[in-house]
């Protein structure tokens, strides 16, 4: 069963979420990659409220059509890059749910636990699948400083499908898949 | 030459790379959906790979948004112009770029700046061979970071993994590879293998094992049989799609192998994610289209 949450995503939401629940995201979602957690985690002012938010990792294609915006391609680039700043920014800016791939560490892991906020995965290079959950743009910021890939889009998403691979328990799917398959590995290297 | 000709082709071939997932990779996906159970992660992420295939290839838009590091390579006949080719290859791909088929995807490593049109020194990455034929053959395969990064290179013997220099120790760099990679580069994906060569020709030549259609086994019959014992035993891992559990962790191993020092012996591992962009095409001197490749 696909769980439908929507923005404002508040910590009663974000706390009723399991590691393998599968969910569809709506609303506001704003993108960010290395140089704006880099910019963010350095003190620099974020320019909208991301309280009770959703940040997105992913660099996007965006073109310029008739005067809006158009998101091309929009799939998520991979979120541990971003581990040393996202405790904090999970902590400071009241964010609840992170959008990536590949998972999270320790330290976003218990941030997520403290804080009420998860991690949910999207299919890597779906870009374009993910591109059509965006039913619009609402505005971009840092797009001369940072360039187009790394900008801060504010997006409208509608249903966009993901994996819930770290709560708000503690939990962490990609933990517990990493145990197992060592597992494995160990028994296919002792052949 | 016809320029016009040229660049127009050179275009679609980036076009089509990026956005038409070739037959051999997609049906190794649907292949590897027959073995997940459905209302799985496994079995709804292999779907929406496809799904995002159907799509970028029906609106032509980029599989992925990463669109990755461009590697050409041309084998051309003896006497033809290869720093023209070069030139009109450049101009595609900042036309390429324009027309949003390509993201502006290339960093400047010094300054930080992005290079608008994705050219620069050395991007794309150009190869010219000589061949045989009239025809330019053009083969143009995109790899994005995600997999690109949890590339690896292993100095044999390492003892961490009790891996000597032999195929036993090749096999065990492979499944350490894989099992660091985890879901990190946008499994299921392509094993690009290369025993010995430098540091620098072992990752080429892992790069080159791209160009082999999935499914194809190697040539060389011992190799063939690494390949094919390296497939069952990665499924047994059980990484899957995207790292969350499943059957789905690679839908090939290609290993290809250049002779080494006596003093070193490189096992060189590339990684190619899902969205495995590879196309081809024969192109004639007026720069015409002959025929698609894959
Ligand atoms: S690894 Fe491949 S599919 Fe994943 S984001 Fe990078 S280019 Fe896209």
Redesign the interface.
Known sequence: MIKAIEYPFTEEKTRGLRV?D?VSLSGRVCTGRDRLHQFLAEGGTCPVSLRDGAMYH????V?QEGGKWVV????P??S?REEPYMADLIKSLGLRVIVG???MGEATRLACRDHGCVYL?T??????????CIERVDGVHFLAEF???EAMWELHLRDL?A?V?MDARGHS??RT??R???K??N???GE | MKKAHWEKNLVELIRRTSTDLPADVEQSIRKGLRREKKGTSAHDFLTMMLENAAMARRDSVPLCQDTGTLTFRFTVPTGFDTNGLASLTRNAVSKATRLGVLRQNTIDSVSGESYVTNVAHAAPVMEFLQGARKTVDARLIMKGGGCENVGRQYSLPESSLDARRDLEGVRRCVLDAVWQAQGRGCSPGVLGVCIGGDRAKGYAHAKEQFLRKVGERSDVKVLARLEERLMRDIRRMEIGPMGLGGKSTALDVKIGALSRLPASFFVSISYMCWAFRRRGVLLGPEGGVHRWLY
């Open positions: 393998g599968t992913c660099g996007p294609v073109m091309r391609a929009a799939g680039t991979t541990i791939k590949g998972g995965q299919v890597g290079g779906a870009a374009a699948l993910l591109a059509a360039g187009s890939t499908i994996v691979t799917l990609h898949v990493q197992k398959t060592r494995a590995l028994e296919l290297l």
